[in-house]
């Protein structure tokens, strides 16, 4: 275990979070669940059917184990959602049946204040995940945009904050505007504050390295730059810089040697989801590095989606880290 997860950890069991898991048909879930009860991480809510949980081998005392479909929530949270969605013809039946749904049923226990935060996406897409927390929780007040982030664990390396970076946006926003990509950077920066509690130094990717390039795709992280300053002129944040201006001091230095944040960034912008989503997944697996995402920032209650390729550690990672942005909100 890595001290940046031996950290979260010890701060979730600080001030315990209820986490609810509505995956409870996956036995990575199952077995993660058995991990957080075991290690005093969080409460945990599972979703699912009680006989065929009890039936799968895990040991989840403790766990409070819930089935959507015969509740006795099930009616209080469909006059909840319908009300809440009346303004898009939501009808009580037709919230009845939604709430049937785990993911729906999820996210009104963190609406409700059954549970802190929800933690899923290792059976469903992240599509799936969101649609609920979108039209139930919806966006932090202030904020514009919800997108995500992977906290990247890096063995043996000496960047970043010891080996450890975030990467934005890495699983929502498939081509971000400029302005987009300066509200990701920004939120990045908060959600670094929270979970790491020390300076964010944000770097915003491309190409080029201050101008060493000119095209649209640069224009564009020039643009988010000078948005996100003005968003947050207080922020260390630069762009547009190449990865290893970015991360490499002696890089920086010489491709950037005016930049605040060239060759000691960690926190890594991505211009566009391609970009992100095969970056974190090559330092996950060629430098075996802990990958703990995708977390979202900018929902209003703590909600985090998982890789489907997850193991059950990897949701326990999430989980913490979840209780860490749960205690933030207060």
């Known amino acids: 275990m890595s001290a940046f997860l031996d950290s979260i950890i010890s701060r979730a069991r600080s001030r315990k979070q209820t986490i609810v898991l509505p995956e409870g048909a996956d036995p990575r ?62 009808t009580y039946d037709m919230a009845l049946g939604l709430v049937e749904n785990e993911l729906y049923f999820g996210v009104m226990m963190v609406k409700t204040g059954r549970a802190n935060g929800m933690v899923a996406g290792a059976c469903h897409a992240t599509g799936d995940v969101l649609r609920p927390c979108l039209q139930i929780l919806k966006c932090a007040p202030g904020v514009k945009l919800v997108s995500s ?11 970043g904050e010891n080996g ?14 400029a302005e987009n990509l300066a509200h990701i950077a920004v939120n990045s ?16 990717l491309s190409h080029s ?47 950037a040697p005016d930049s605040p944040v060239a060759g000691q960034a960690n926190i890594l912008v991505f211009p566009d989801l391609d970009a992100g989503n095969i ?22 209650a703590p909600v985090n989606d998982l890789s489907r390729g997850c193991t059950a550690d990897d949701i326990v ?5 979840t209780c860490v942005q749960a205690q933030a909100r207060g």
């Open 29 to 90: 879930t199952l077995e993660a669940a058995e991990k957080v009860l075991a290690a005093d991480i969080a409460n945990v809510v599972i979703l699912g059917n009680p006989e065929q949980i009890a039936a799968s081998g895990f040991n989840l005392e403790g766990a409070q184990v819930v089935n959507p479909a015969t509740s006795e929530l099930k009616e209080s949270f469909a006059e909840e959602l319908a009300r809440l969605r009346a303004h898009k013809g939501m």
């Open 149 to 159: 982030f992977f906290v990247m664990v890096v063995p043996n390396c000496e960047y």
């Open 164 to 177: 450890t970076f975030i990467f934005s946006d890495c699983g929502l926003e498939v081509q971000p505007t």
């Open 189 to 204: 920066a908060k959600s670094w504050e929270t979970i790491m509690g020390t300076q964010p130094r944000v770097a915003l």
């Open 209 to 255: 390295s201050h101008g060493s390039a000119k095209n649209d795709d640069a224009n564009k992280v020039i643009e988010a730059v000078a948005e996100a300053h003005r968003l947050a002129p207080a922020l260390m944040l630069d762009g547009e810089l190449q990865l290893d201006a970015a991360i490499v001091p002696s890089v920086g230095k010489s491709k």
């Open 279 to 300: 970056g974190y997944k090559l330092v996950q697996r060629l430098a075996k590095a802990e990958a703990y995402g995708p977390i979202t920032q900018g929902i209003a």
């Open 317 to 321: 990672g999430v989980v913490a880290i």
